[in-house]
């Protein structure tokens, strides 16, 4: 099984270096975002500071709908649907591969957002181990989340519209507990940040479990 | 001897629309057979049946002694479905296609290296990307990653569709070297003609339905002048199978 997920994984990012979608749209649709929230706050540095957190992982969720978009686009081109279903790939290695390469893309853009951030905001950052550890575990979150539900859309005519409209609601723990974590780690405010963390590494495991149970099925209706 | 194909009244449904209204067919292993029928005959949902991508709705089926009706996952397993479409990645190169495909099911490297030098895919065209090919290059490097899977069963649609007449000497070349190392191929096409060197039985299929199921019969309508002998380069076709089987189930849905 690993060696399918280091497979997919692969094949996803390869395609993905090659083609640059990332760095050319949606690194510069994330920038975008982030300059005009400075832009909308300007007049108000200490609330740039204090709404950083929360501005950040808004704009990781938007850019990570992109990618997710992406992901599922490359898939659903020339038939290659059926031959997944008959390669003998195992779907759970399927679903890890595919979110695997779906989170290492997502840590990149939090890390080339995290630079904009502190230009933009003028942030301070206290706690690195914290920062570090909710930008991974909230990835992952992301990753598994996107995945699932992206598989799920993956046949629809609609499903530009409807991955949003799925995954923004369900993904708002991973908003709520990495701005929490954070705030902490930013020192603007006095939340929990490890206990936030906690929040984060559940949600990570139950949809990385229920997906890579449900993965086959979703595939199958693709 | 168990057969390879054994559809009893099979019928699927697309829709609500009987796509295959009542098929009984038996295909012996390393049999080539061809099914002929107009548009809308029921040619492909016949060929996407047996590779377990469509349901039976009534009647039943056994692939390589696989019941279609609950053991779909490990007839995927097992066959290789070449359809209108190629399967490949248009941002991978012609080699990456068919590592990824070929390492879905363990195959070697020197296993992938073979498949592309069979389908004559050397040189600067393995790394090209499939996006850059020609749609007859598309098809040979798409043959390419259905030879690395050593399928049990070939399931081609419309194989020779797009192809010069050198490539299509290089299918038929594949398709005779796959019967002899022990699979067995099911194809459908409009162009029998095509296949006069594969000595193929011919059934006819009309309205989701099998109207005639001769064995051993030259098929109509070909025209012993019209092709060439073959002169590409021999085919090597290991016997089958060669990779490690999965246990039951466990593959892609």
Known sequence: MLREMRLVALKDLRIETRVRVGITQILPFALAVLVLFAFALDTDQQALRTYAPGLFWVTVLLAALLAIGRSFAVDLADGITDRLLLSGIEPQAAFFGKAAAIAIQLVVLEVLLGFGVVLLFDVTVYRYGLLVSAGLVAALGLAAAGTLYGALVAGLGVRESLLPLLVLPVTAPVLIGATRAFQDAFGVAGAQGWAWLGLLVGFAAIYGVFGALSYGILLEEA | ?253
């Open chain 2, 1 to 253: 001897m168990r057969q390879a194909v054994r559809l009893r009244a099979a019928v699927t449904l697309l829709g609500r629309f009987p796509a295959l209204a009542g098929v009984d067919l038996d295909i012996d292993p390393g049999e080539v057979v061809v099914v002929k029928g107009q548009n809308g005959a029921g040619k492909t949902t016949l060929l996407r049946l047996c590779a377990g991508l469509c349901s039976l709705a009534s009647g039943s089926g056994e692939i390589l002694g696989h019941d279609l009706s609950t053991q779909r996952r490990q007839v995927r397993q097992r066959v290789a479905l070449m359809g209108h479409t190629t399967g490949l990645y248009d941002d991978l190169t012609v080699a990456e296609n068919v590592a990824f495909w070929g390492g879905a099911v363990g195959a070697t490297s020197q296993e992938m290296h073979s498949a592309l030098e069979t389908l004559e895919l050397s040189g600067r065209l393995v790394n090209l990307r499939a996006g850059n090919l020609s749609s007859g290059q598309r098809r040979r490097a798409s043959f390419a990653t259905l030879l690395v899977r050593r399928p049990e069963l070939w399931l081609l649609d419309e194989p020779h569709a797009g192809l010069d007449h050198r490539s299509r000497n290089i299918v038929n070349n594949l398709v005779q070297s796959a019967a002899q190392a022990g699979a067995t191929v099911m194809m459908a096409s409009h162009e029998l003609e095509c296949m006069q060197t594969l000595q193929p039985r011919v059934v006819s299929l009309a309205g989701g339905m099998l109207t005639t199921q001769p064995a051993g019969i030259q098929p109509a309508g070909i025209q012993p002048a019209g092709i060439q002998p073959v002169t590409t380069q021999p085919v090597t076709v290991q016997p089958i199978p060669t990779h490690p089987t999965k246990e039951a189930g466990t593959h892609v849905a």
